[in-house]
């Protein structure tokens, strides 16, 4: 059966009692694919039950409603980019490499998962309000500022970088250079006729994000 895009529908399973787990997976997947393309606001749960393996009836019984799913769809995007990060073992690493390291990895991050950047679009449309009934979000987000607090204390006891900093200034400097590439590619395009999604562009983008951010705390 296909659905009203004309896409043909998954094949619906029985066997979800054998397998929960998948089941969940699997309406996550569907939820981010309709929410990235139609936002919360035009994402019906009768279209996200069309792109998924299993009814209607299940995303109700392990998600609840819309907005529960949404911010489940929010808390894995949100999962994805703070579990990169820990992952890139930065304390390991001298304060200005680390910092370069990070830089790099949030630009690359976004420029290959624009979905990502969608919904962080999106969801500022709506004020952030899901984002704030979830706990899990603020926690992943708080490993982020510690984790560039201590690269910069351990760069300022070096000497390397400047004071006067906060962790949120250098999070934010490194989010924005890194997000605008992604999020405003399109009218860039439009306006200016520049491509900022080629890979020439790409690697000079990169290069300066990671001048910039480390001009920003050099002392």
Same mark, same amino acid.
């Given at each position: 059966?296909a659905?009203r895009e004309?896409? =043909?529908?998954?094949? &619906? $399973?029985n066997?979800?009692?054998q @397998?929960?787990?998948g089941?969940?997976?699997? %309406?996550l997947?569907?939820a981010?694919?309709?929410f990235?393309e139609?936002?919360f606001?035009?994402?019906?749960? +009768? !279209? %996200?039950a069309?792109r998924?393996?299993?009814s ?6 392990y998600?609840? @409603?819309k907005r529960?799913?949404y911010v489940?769809?929010?808390?894995e995007a949100?999962s994805?980019i ?5 992952h890139? +073992?930065?304390?390991? *690493?001298?304060?200005?490499e ?8 949030t630009?690359d991050y976004h ?5 990502f ?9 709506h004020?952030a309000?899901h984002i704030?009934?979830?706990e899990?979000i603020?926690?992943?987000?708080l490993?982020?500022l510690?984790?560039?607090?201590? #690269?910069? !204390? &351990? ?8 004071a006067?900093?906060?962790p949120? @200034? %250098?999070h934010?400097t490194i989010?924005?250079l890194?997000?605008?590439?992604m $999020?405003?590619?399109?009218? %860039?395009?439009a306006?200016f006729?520049? +491509? *900022?999604g $080629?890979?020439d562009?790409?690697?000079?983008? =990169?290069?300066?994000?990671i001048?910039? #951010?480390? &001009?920003?705390?050099?002392?």
């Open positions: 059966m659905n004309g896409k =043909r529908a998954p094949a &619906r $399973s066997s979800w009692t @397998d929960p787990e089941v969940k997976r699997n %309406i997947a569907a981010r694919e309709a990235v139609l936002g606001a035009g994402a019906r749960v +009768d !279209d %996200i069309a998924t393996a299993t209607k009836r299940m995303i109700y019984y998600f609840g @409603d529960s799913l489940a769809v929010l808390e949100y994805g703070r579990g990169h990060e820990q890139l +073992d930065l304390l390991a *690493m001298p304060p200005r680390a910092l370069a390291r990070l830089a790099g990895e630009f420029a290959k998962h624009p979905e950047v969608r919904l962080v679009m999106d969801e500022n449309i004020y309000r704030e009934q979830s899990r603020q926690a992943l987000n490993t982020a510690a984790t560039i607090r201590t #690269v910069y !204390d &351990r760069g300022m006891a070096d000497g390397v970088f400047r006067g900093l906060e949120i @200034d %250098i934010v989010s924005a890194s997000f605008y590439n $999020s405003n590619r399109a009218t %860039i395009r306006l006729g520049h +491509d *900022m $080629s890979t562009a790409l690697e000079k983008r =990169r290069a300066q994000v001048d910039t #951010v480390l &001009r920003f705390v050099t002392a």
